[in-house]
């Protein structure tokens, strides 16, 4: 008998960045592997919503096309805010119009809720769902939050901070099965599960197939290098700032696709700095992002110095390296581990700006050794990180 699943998610195709480009691939294969999947989303709005009138975005028609197994909810808030309570409130408005959704659909039938968090505010609204439809949960952990909302230091109230530590324990203890991102969640996962026997499953992020680079086939000669993703509170714009300038003063090319709540103050250093040598490119489709990418010689990747984000596993590492573009990173803990120890780039301390910058002076005359570097990414995405072969592991537990 045919498996019946519905995802509950706030990021979903075609928001852009890692999570909803996650949970696109997992509703795609799971209905490619003969598992009925339906998804609860909102409408598209990270990081504005009136950016998705663009058709640019909704690039996939398969997706467009399917109107009965993508049920979107409408959302107010057009834009994110750098104001953690205004983004608090916006969460628990998600989970409201979540719940409304989930009580007009409890006459469906569904084995299985997977949740994806955070906000965690999504999760209790699955566990309504969970009660009505007698479904089991499996629970998607892509962030360890709150410790991540404490991490990025601009959040401080104790007692709420408290309260979210508590339904974070509750949340582990509720779920059947938890799925992580990151092998650097477990042990923080167990910890707050005690002495219950969950089962914690690693699925990472990764390419597709038919997103894999054979040849790097660069456009142009120039020598470039990239940042992309997130411009946030957790990757310390003050380093990203002092990179363009010494790229700049280099006369190197920096290529920066960023989004999100600081983009606009490190657009405004680059014109106050009069920093030319680097290129801001708004926001765009995976596919062109992934293309930048490839047609860069060193991809840069940083977090800030927050233990929580030790155990982060960022998108964005794991893109450079399908699109084979060796690593100069200034962090730690889980993703400086699979980078060394797959010799994908080069790891660095937090606060290195002028090693990470030297290093890539030096990768800038020495092609041998940044080819090097990108066949290792060619080899550990195909060895580890294709969606592909990774999907068995979320099969075997619906099945």
């Not at 009660?131 to 991490?151: A, N, T």
Request: hydrophobic share 40%; proline share 4%.
């Amino acid at each position: 008998m045919t498996k019946k699943v519905l995802i509950m998610t706030q990021n979903f195709y075609p928001v852009i960045g890692s999570a909803g480009n996650r949970m696109k691939n997992i509703f795609q294969l799971l209905n490619e592997n003969k598992i009925d999947t339906d998804v609860l989303t909102t409408e598209p709005a990270y990081p504005n919503k009136n950016m998705y009138n663009n058709n640019e975005f909704w690039d996939d028609e398969t997706l467009n096309e399917d109107t009965t197994k993508i049920i979107r909810v409408p959302i107010k808030k057009k834009r994110f805010s750098n104001q953690i309570l205004s983004r608090l409130f916006f969460y628990i408005e998600i989970m409201c119009r979540f719940l409304t959704m989930v009580f007009k659909m409890r006459k469906n039938k569904y084995d299985y809720i997977l949740v994806s968090t955070p906000p965690i505010f999504i999760v209790f609204s699955a566990l309504v769902g969970k009660r009505l439809f007698k479904s089991k949960l499996i629970l998607e952990v892509r962030d360890l939050w709150p410790d991540s909302l404490s991490g990025v230091r601009t959040f401080d109230f104790k007692l709420i901070l408290n309260l979210f530590r508590y339904l974070e324990k509750r949340m582990y203890r509720l779920a059947d099965f938890i799925i992580i991102n990151s092998k650097g969640f477990e042990t923080h996962i167990k910890s707050r599960l005690k002495h219950k026997t969950t089962p914690i499953v690693y699925l990472p992020n990764g390419p597709r197939i038919n997103e894999l680079v054979d040849q790097k086939n660069k456009t142009e000669q120039e020598f470039r290098v990239v940042y992309a993703g997130n411009i946030g509170l957790a990757q310390d714009i003050n380093r990203l700032k002092q990179i363009a300038s010494l790229l700049n003063e280099k006369e190197i090319r920096f290529d920066v696709l960023g989004y999100g709540i600081k983009t606009n103050e490190f657009i405004s250093y680059l014109d106050e700095k009069k920093l030319y040598n680097v290129y801001i490119h708004e926001p765009t489709t995976r596919k062109k992002s992934l293309n930048l990418i490839k047609n860069s010689d060193v991809a840069i990747a940083f977090l800030n110095d927050d233990k929580v984000f030790s155990t982060v596993l960022p998108g964005k590492i794991i893109d450079y390296m399908t699109c084979k573009t060796p690593i100069i990173a200034g962090i730690k803990g889980t993703a400086a581990e699979i980078i060394k120890k797959n010799q994908t780039g080069y790891v660095f301390g937090e606060h290195d700006v002028n090693g990470m910058v030297n290093k890539i002076i030096d990768l800038r005359e020495d092609p041998d050794e940044l080819n090097r570097l990108s066949t290792n990414c060619s080899r550990i995405i195909e060895d580890d990180f294709l969606w592909e072969k990774n999907i068995t592991t979320l099969t075997e537990i619906i099945t």
